[in-house]
């Protein structure tokens, strides 16, 4: 990694043009990260995803010594949210034959809500229902607008995050979290191959073999004795209490503690126990 | 409508920042307007759809005054490009409670590819279906992915358009055109309450009466004796022969001038035609 120099800083917060196509199309991928003293966290599912989102979009990805600039600058516990985009040009959606994607940055200081870990969250279920893209789905893309839709459902502070249903009423993920359900005996995370955008720390306790795929309707909730939401910034927040949008009674998985183990986990992945 | 000044200039070529929620999110809405000799064609049309598309969004819409301000400059037949997005601010992906709304515009001089209008185009299907999504259909949006993964599929230059269905089959626009289909007797042009762009032409034509909305299904094809895509600055193209992506002959509508008279009208409320 290279140090914070002139350079390094003029392009991360360079401004961008009108016709750069990450505005026009939202034709570009990002990844969130979580940095502590220079160090990316889950780093290597952070860029394979990227890597996977430019394949996806047919487009190449910057190297990974540009990428890894942008975790230079001050010490400390940092998000840095990381922007690709497909550059200018092209013929309308088109676009060009040999692209020059462009890279910025901005990393801003960040403490997470640890009361979250302890005392749990509650969440609503939002109205939006996710539309079904398998051609996009897994990636995180430029194109978050029904993420901002589902946001945008509520201000409540007592509500920390919305859940969402696909179209087809598949339980999915949250806006800016994955989901992972317990059914008494072990932990599982919705597929994520229709929609959702599948995260790093998702897909570490995967590979760790803490977490099993396989889909929960919102019609056998009551499958899910325990609920949490997960994301490798903010960790992991047990879910305490599921509101509805319609009149129904909250839904308050009975397991309070099944969460523990996974947490521990999740939370060593991202340095927040040792 | 102001003149062209400093001022103006200046706001319509201003670069935008890392932090606006357009390119973070694809939060915002365009419009692309042709323009003759400062008069914005089917305005009226484009202006409708800009504020719907933000009441969709929930942003307060720029004034009529400031949008109209992209007009002026140059005489001659240009397309002036509008982009209004969100803003900066919000926590993530929730928007700030009182955004301030980001309009920007680039006008580029235009002419309309005549030959097409008298010879017609070949089209081919495109392998990608369209996500069904109707909290954002209809509006023209900023996530436009799935239109550039379409339009990505070819680069034959005598393939003028690329056909899209839905995730269900239904036929519903080209990559930047709508779509019209004649059944022997009247036109028709598919309803988008679960994907695609309402385009402005297809709006005029609709309200002239001269266009009526009915669904047509990929496996009901050969109910179109006639075919024809259009747009707001393309004007009507004849689409002569459409091209599949398995192996199957293409299409070729047996009518070979039913759109004659639909494409008269559409030129006149483009100024193409008096």
New interface residues.
């Given amino acids: 990694m290279s140090e914070p120099g002139g350079a390094n800083r003029a392009r991360s ?1 360079a ?13 570009g991928v ?1 990844e969130t990260v979580l940095v502590r003293d220079h160090r990316p966290t889950l780093w290597q599912a952070h860029h394979a995803r990227l890597i996977r989102g430019c394949e996806v ?2 487009m190449r990805a910057p190297d990974r010594d540009a990428l890894e600039a942008a975790f230079a600058g001050a010490p400390g516990l940092k998000v840095t949210k990381l ?1 690709v ?1 497909r550059g200018s040009g092209g013929r ?4 060009p ?1 040999q692209p020059k994607v462009r890279l ?1 940055w ?1 990393s801003t200081a960040f403490a997470p809500d640890t009361a979250r870990w302890s005392a749990g969250v509650e969440v609503g279920l939002c109205r ?1 229902r996710l ?3 398998p ?2 789905a897994g990636i995180k ?12 459902e509520w ?1 409540e502070e007592k509500i920390a995050e919305g859940l969402l249903a696909d ?1 087809q009423g598949w339980l999915t993920e949250a ?2 979290m994955n989901l992972c359900w317990h059914d008494g005996r072990r932990w599982f995370t919705p597929p994520l191959e229709q ?1 959702g955008v599948a995260g790093t720390l998702r897909a570490a306790l995967l590979e760790a073999g803490l977490l099993e795929i396989a889909p929960l309707h919102l019609d056998e909730l009551a499958r899910a004795r325990a609920l949490c939401l997960i994301n490798s910034v903010q960790g992991l927040w047990p879910l305490r209490r599921l509101h509805f949008p319609i009149q129904r009674e909250p839904f308050e998985p009975p397991l309070a503690d099944a969460h523990l183990a996974l947490q521990r986990s999740a939370h060593q992945l991202l340095g927040y126990h040792r």
Same sequence: chains 1, 2.
Avoid: K
């Avoid at 893309?141 to 945008?152: D, G, I, T």
């Fill in positions: 917060e401004m961008l043009p009108f016709d750069d196509r990450g505005l026009a199309y939202g034709d990002f979009l047919g922007i985009t309308g959606y088109l676009p034959a910025r901005r939006l539309s079904r893209q051609a996009l893309h430029l194109n978050r607008l029904e993420n901002v839709l589902a946001r945008a201000r179209q806006t800016a929609c």
